[in-house]
């Protein structure tokens, strides 16, 4: 049973335009969500990152948004440039004890076209 | 400062070898976690260390993978014997405890094949 999903494999986006990226999740004990960039053969790179108790955080192009209530968030990217072209992984923080490992979602290849 | 660092970047092995891949964690982080990516598919969990401790290790697959981190700075995951369905990357990631370890950063991975 999959408690983060990412439902679109795939996003193409136009150089310039905004780059929106989903993810949803099903335990409501999570109590921190972070995307991560990957390139391919490398490893994750972290992106951004927001609290359960928040809705919003910004940094430079990228905003991700948290709606606790339908369980989702997703990650803006504005304005998309070529260089942005890899595959996004949402990830989630259980709540306490052992279960601080992240839950990753099967990812998004974004991809920005010149 | 460096990052998360791991040994080897690729290797490749029959079925009922041993191997052991390595994982240097970023200087002062006390957590440190391991996951793979089998076929392309999600990241998921294998264990988590808080120092030399094993704090969680729920993730991991069955009594073939053994990990270790003797003195709370690298550590290692042995998988022996290997079979087929080990194949895949394996990556390690570390946090800070003090910070509340929430950013985990992750190491470029170790590709595995084991034929």
């Known amino acids: 049973d999959q408690q983060v999903k990412q439902n679109s494999p795939s996003l193409s986006v136009q150089e310039g335009r905004i780059s929106i990226l989903n993810c949803d999740y099903t335990?409501?004990?999570?109590?921190?969500f972070l995307w991560y960039k990957k390139y391919p053969a490398e490893g994750p790179t972290f992106l951004i990152s927001?609290?359960?108790?928040?809705d919003k955080n910004e940094d430079g192009r990228f905003t991700v948004f948290l709606n606790k209530s339908a369980k989702h968030l997703s990650l803006h990217i504005v304005p998309s440039q070529p260089g942005d072209s890899a595959v996004y992984f949402c990830?989630?923080?259980?709540?306490?004890?052992?279960?601080?490992?992240?839950?990753f979602g099967s990812g998004t290849q974004l991809t920005v076209l010149p | 400062e460096a990052g998360v660092t791991q040994f080897p970047s690729h290797s490749v092995i029959e079925k009922g070898q041993t191997v052991t891949l390595r994982c240097d964690p970023i200087?002062?982080?006390?957590?440190l976690y391991w996951y793979r990516r089998v076929m392309g598919k999600e990241i998921k969990f294998l264990l988590h260390?808080?120092?030399?401790?094993?704090?969680?290790e729920s993730g991991m697959p069955n009594n073939r993978f053994l990990a270790e981190r003797t003195g709370g700075t690298y550590s290692t995951l042995k998988v022996q014997p290997a079979e087929l369905e080990d194949s895949g990357v394996y990556f390690c990631?570390?946090?800070?405890?003090?910070?509340?370890?929430?950013?985990?950063?992750f190491g470029p991975g170790t590709r595995l094949l084991v034929l």
């Open positions: 990631a570390s946090s800070q405890v003090s910070t509340g370890g929430a950013t985990q950063y």
């Open positions: 335990n409501s004990m999570f109590d921190y």
């Open positions: 927001i609290s359960s108790i928040k």
């Open positions: 990830a989630a923080r259980g709540f306490s004890g052992s279960a601080r490992q992240l839950t």
């Open positions: 200087s002062g982080h006390d957590n």
């Open positions: 260390f808080v120092k030399e401790s094993k704090q969680d």
